[in-house]
């Protein structure tokens, strides 16, 4: 038997190395369903850190992520329970973390937004350097989802600090800081409607503001300070867990689809690397 041509076989390779898109389509539900998450995920880690000791809290909510992650990581394209699973999980978690270097290792606010902004402006950065598109719907190869996960967890840490900064240190409040930030993710959805603004920074523009709007909205809610209604941290999360998992059931029954990309057996030796 005559060995494949040399061409044949960098893109068997090539194929071997792509997946299909793991990330879902773009919707308006996408995005109702991710503030759900964000604002959950503020206040069920404020409750796990109230009614369990923190270090406790600390290592369940980062046991429970990299379960959620290795799960998702191991799946072979976009499943919906599994992919928002992933991200309520990196919700909770990213909040103990942003926490507990304010409280447990004493770094101010404004210290940890500066930071983490600068964390998140590395990672596009590489990202971009090495993809040459920071574009959800290329997410086809594992790199790039490892890039895209990345930037999720710091958007997560880094939307808990910058709400906090506002609420707190710039004595905004809750409610004046859920005003502030609507307006701010209206901006990029106004720009790329009227001005022009490309589709891939609108997108992480928003991406990055609804963290800090939903933990505004449950910390408003949930917590008895400032101007907080005082529900409570445990009954917003379960309010918020009960819309989310009647949401994803929608979006089941509608077909909710993984964003438009690459089929998995597209061929482009050039991406087959899978290092980071």
């Known amino acids: 038997m005559r060995s494949a041509a040399p061409g044949a076989r960098t893109s068997a390779a090539a194929s071997a190395g792509r997946l299909a898109v793991k990330v879902p389509d773009i919707t308006a539900l996408f995005w109702v369903v991710k503030i759900l998450t964000t604002g959950m995920g503020e206040t069920f880690s404020d409750f796990l850190v109230g009614h369990l000791n923190p270090g406790l809290a600390l290592g369940s909510g ?12 191991r799946s072979d394209r976009y ?15 990213g909040t103990m973390v942003a926490d507990a270097l304010t409280f447990l290792v004493g770094l101010p606010y404004p210290v940890t937004t500066v930071g983490f902004s600068i964390v998140l402006a590395v990672i596009f950065v590489r990202w971009y350097a090495r993809e040459k598109t920071l574009d959800v719907h290329s997410i086809t190869t594992p790199r790039r989802e ?36 609507a307006i ?26 609804t963290r800090p709007l939903g933990a505004s909205i449950t910390d408003w809610l949930s917590s008895s ?20 998992v009647a949401l994803l059931g929608l979006l089941t029954t509608r077909g909710d689809r993984p964003a438009a990309g690459l089929r998995s057996d597209a061929v482009h030796p050039g991406e087959a690397d899978t290092s980071l």
């Open 184 to 209: 701010a993710i209206a901006v990029p959805a106004a720009a790329h409607r009227w001005a022009e603004l490309g589709t891939v920074t609108a997108f992480w523009s928003a991406y990055v503001i």
């Open 79 to 93: 499943h919906l329970w599994i992919y928002w699973s992933a991200v309520t999980m990196v919700a909770v978690f």
């Open 62 to 73: 980062a046991t429970a992520l990299a379960i959620a992650l290795i799960v998702q990581f």
């Open 225 to 244: 300070r400032q101007d907080g209604l005082g529900m409570g941290a445990g009954w917003v999360s379960l309010g918020a867990t009960i819309v989310i």
């Open 146 to 181: 490892r890039f895209y996960w990345s930037m999720v967890t710091t958007t997560f840490v880094l939307g808990t600090v910058a709400g906090d900064l506002t609420a707190d240190m710039l004595h905004l409040g809750y409610l004046g800081s859920i005003v502030v930030f």
